[in-house]
């Protein structure tokens, strides 16, 4: 290979996420969920997303009441606790928490006794279905939530995969304005071959509003490391118009 050859691909390989600002879909606080375990494993890991280029996170540790029974107060010290380390550790990265609420019962009756939820900016809620089941009450939930005043961002739409034959359900979502959210780590192929042709569908459609990296162990920022390296992917990302900047 030339020297001309390789100064012009080392040009070429310098991407990252900059272009978004901000990630708004994690799980970093330590012990509350299935993500990061303990503080020195969040500290780790928000290290790394700061070197893909993130500026700033809302990570979203799980409300789901059967699994995992989170509220804002038992989510508040693990919180401060993982923004006093990196004060103390001088990682110089925006850092905040809201949450990924699983819809069922349990969110009605939130919305029913007037529990403020927990936001990723201003009134958006970030929302998740049932991976194996298509929801009953889907329709009566995101209705219920945008009469309570918020605005419900549909987590990982590409791995609701009953979805995938009934693809007319994701521009229904769209057409009556609800946001939806794509993992970056879709379009690698982590999770199955299906969900990462459904994840390039919704991104050419351009039915998806948020990417996120659901960033949950070191696996997953290897995986996301990784697509940095996809020039052809990372192209396509960056020419998106995603509305992550204005979180």
Not at 26 to 33: A, Q, R, T, Y
């Amino acid at each position: 290979m030339s020297l001309f050859n390789l100064s012009n691909r080392s040009k070429h390989t310098n991407f990252d996420f900059s272009f978004l600002h901000t990630d708004m879909h994690s799980h970093l606080i330590p012990g509350v969920d299935d993500g990061s375990p303990d503080l020195d494993t969040s500290l780790a890991l928000i290290k790394r997303l700061k070197s893909c280029g993130y500026k700033k996170l809302i990570t979203t540790p799980h409300i789901f009441k059967d699994y995992y029974p989170n509220k804002a107060e038992t989510l508040q010290p693990g919180y401060m606790e993982v923004k006093h380390a990196l004060k103390e550790a001088n990682i110089n990265i925006e850092f905040q928490a809201a949450a990924e609420y699983f819809l069922d019962t349990h969110v009605m009756d939130l919305l029913d006794n007037d529990v403020p939820l927990l936001t990723i900016s201003e009134n958006k809620v970030l929302t998740e279905f049932s991976m194996m089941n298509q929801p009953m009450h889907r329709d009566e939930l995101l209705f219920k939530l945008r009469v309570k005043g918020y605005e419900p961002v549909i987590a990982h739409v590409e791995r609701y995969t009953y979805y995938h034959q009934q693809f007319e359900q994701y521009r229904n979502l769209f057409d009556n304005g609800f946001a939806l959210q794509l993992n970056i780590l879709s379009l690698s192929g982590i999770y199955g071959k299906k969900v990462r042709k459904a994840a390039y569908r919704l991104l050419d459609e351009g039915l998806v509003k948020y990417l996120g990296t659901d960033l949950h162990h070191s696996r997953h920022a290897s995986a996301l490391e990784k697509i940095l390296q996809d020039h052809k992917l990372m192209k396509k990302l960056e020419a998106y118009p995603w509305d992550n900047p204005k979180l």
